[in-house]
């Protein structure tokens, strides 16, 4: 079905219980994402890093479904920050993501609250987070708007605070997939944020982050997956595979994602941190 709207609308009505199937699709894929930004740095030591009194407060910016800290659960965080309690603030506009993030998380994750705004909408009465992390997560924030939220981000830190977000870079699928689907399909549509435009706002609050950038790349042969997954990177499910392969720069692109009876997409991806100046 075609959705109307800005790319933000198109994205909060996808993270949605009607859109459960198409976020399934999406997983079978991305799910990599989560891999790799896990296994790219030590984040128990971030956590335990920036604690105080055994506990550690953080606040999960555009939480979705609770991917980033299922994995850290997976591999081990619990044993790796054994005596630290992670409390972790749940925050986005979308309710289904917010329950499917809670449903989810378990040792070494508490609850302590909920958060249904938008990062740009966040009251600055919310605040000094140990931690702040933002994974996959700011795409749909219009560009024009990114400063803002990250700088509502970046307020919501304590002094000396650790700061990340993971965000694919204009070099990645999800950039070069949903520019070539905007030009070809939807020219009236706001475009995503990039990893670079995520750097720039962050500069422009104040702080100076680090970059490590990861390259790996993600693929299916079942073509039912790979079009659920490409409708989901654009929130768009009105465009089958058949016509994406067969119009404008989304055909040309996809011509080059081919590998023997599927598709295979390049991703690279920043892993952006910093700390609040003390
Ligand atoms: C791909 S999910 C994030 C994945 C998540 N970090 C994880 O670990 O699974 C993107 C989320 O961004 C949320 N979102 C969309 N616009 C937003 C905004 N302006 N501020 C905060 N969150 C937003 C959506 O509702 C969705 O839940």
Not at 65 to 72: I, T, V
Not at 205 to 229: I, K, S
């Amino acid at each position: 079905m075609s959705r109307p709207g800005t790319t933000e609308q198109r994205s909060l009505a996808h993270w949605a219980e009607d859109g459960r199937a198409g976020m399934e699709a999406f997983y079978a894929l991305a799910i990599e994402d989560y891999r790799q930004m896990v296994a790219a740095r030590d984040w128990a030591a971030d956590l335990r890093g920036h604690a105080a009194e055994g506990r550690v407060r953080v606040l999960d910016v555009a939480c979705g479904s609770g991917k980033f800290p299922a994995e850290l659960q997976r591999r081990g965080l619990a044993e790796a920050v054994a005596g630290t309690r992670v409390e972790i603030d749940l925050l986005d506009p979308s309710p289904f993501s917010i329950a499917e993030a809670r449903s989810v998380l378990a040792a070494p994750f508490a609850v302590r609250a909920e958060h249904e705004v938008r990062i740009q909408d966040l009251p600055t009465g919310v605040g000094a987070f140990d931690v702040a992390w933002a994974t996959h997560a700011l795409y749909a924030v219009p560009p024009e708007e990114i400063g803002a939220g990250i700088a509502r981000m970046v307020g919501a830190q304590r002094p000396g605070g650790f700061g990340a977000i993971v965000h694919a870079t204009s070099a990645s699928h999800y950039l070069r997939f949903a520019e070539a689907f905007r030009t070809t399909f939807a020219p009236g549509s706001v475009p995503f944020t990039s990893a670079g435009q995520v750097r720039a706002a962050l500069a422009a609050a104040g702080v100076a982050p680090a970059v490590t950038t990861l390259r790996y790349d993600v693929g299916n042969a079942d073509r039912a997956t790979v079009e659920g997954f490409l409708q989901r990177c654009v929130f768009d499910d009105s465009v089958p595979l058949e016509r994406m392969e067969a119009e404008g720069g989304v055909g040309a692109y996809l011509a080059g994602c081919h590998d023997g009876d599927g598709y295979r997409f390049s991703q690279v991806v920043d892993v952006i941190t910093w700390e609040v100046a003390a």
